[in-house]
């Protein structure tokens, strides 16, 4: 296994900070979901949360970085990420992921859902749901110092498999902290070439993209919604984590225990 210079190391006090940042970016996500209904707007969601963000005496993360134009990612059935929140509703039987991500105090809380819109959702959109959030939480039990990155991509497409989804392979996970985005990329399919040795004190993201098709994707003219090449329907949860002593810590887990579906 090797080693990566450019990933930073952190210590105790960066992991007060982390947990901070991590639970207010999952409250977010917890305040959101009575809104997610048939009838609103991802943009007004945008706006809810973008207010519920800068009450906090926070900044939302995603607002013109890049130039990205809105607050927070809202990503529908099809759209497999950073779908830009507009005036078109959500309807019964939607499926969509909220990103968010919050800056308090300098630190990077990074965290997202699949909500399901209204009560009639096609079983084939509840099992996407469903699988996509087992094979992320998978991906985390194993993390502890020791392990080689590859293996989080290795857990998530050896379970997705049994269902015969793929994972998206262009996009990924991420290392946190003080900056949105650093070393290491975290692949959520597996590449023996991947194969940096995780060591306490790293932070990063866990964010498996998966598609009830094939993985690839198509970047739409806006410049940022990634959508599905074949139109499947696409899931994505996504949490921010800690290398500990032994093992992990959720920084983005729910204060209300409402990250795993059903929750909406």
């Known amino acids: ?109 990074d965290t997202s859902r699949m909500y399901y819109v209204g009560k009639k959702i096609p079983i084939k959109a509840k099992r996407l749901v469903e699988v996509t959030y087992e094979a992320m939480m998978r991906a985390i039990e194993i993390v502890k110092p020791g392990v080689p990155l590859f293996e989080i991509g290795r857990v998530i497409e050896d379970y997705i498999k049994n269902f015969n989804y793929s994972s998206v392979r262009e996009y990924c996970g991420h290392g946190i902290g003080r900056d949105f985005h650093t070393s290491p990329s975290v692949l959520h399919y597996y590449d023996k070439r991947n194969n940096i040795e995780l060591k306490k004190g790293m932070f990063f993201t866990i964010e498996p993209m998966i598609n009830t098709g094939i993985w690839k994707t198509k970047l739409l003219n806006d410049g940022w919604t990634v959508v599905t090449k074949d139109n499947s329907l696409s899931s994505q949860f996504e949490h921010t984590i800690g290398v500990t002593d032994n093992g992990h810590e959720i920084f983005t887990q729910s204060p209300k225990n409402l990250d795993n579906p059903p929750y909406s």
């Open 1 to 109: 296994m090797k080693n990566n210079p450019s990933i930073i190391i952190h210590n105790e006090e960066d992991f007060v900070s982390m947990r901070n940042a991590g639970k207010l970016a999952a409250s977010i996500l917890d305040f959101i979901t009575e809104f997610v209904k048939p009838g609103i707007t991802t943009d007004e969601l945008n706006t809810l949360c973008h207010n519920k963000i800068i009450e906090n005496n926070a900044i939302p993360a995603p607002l013109n970085y890049k130039g990205f134009p809105k607050s927070i990612c809202t990503s529908v059935n099809h759209v497999v990420c950073h779908g830009i929140p507009s005036e078109k509703k959500l309807n019964e039987g939607d499926i969509v992921n909220i990103d968010v991500t919050v800056i308090l105090d300098g630190w990077h809380g």
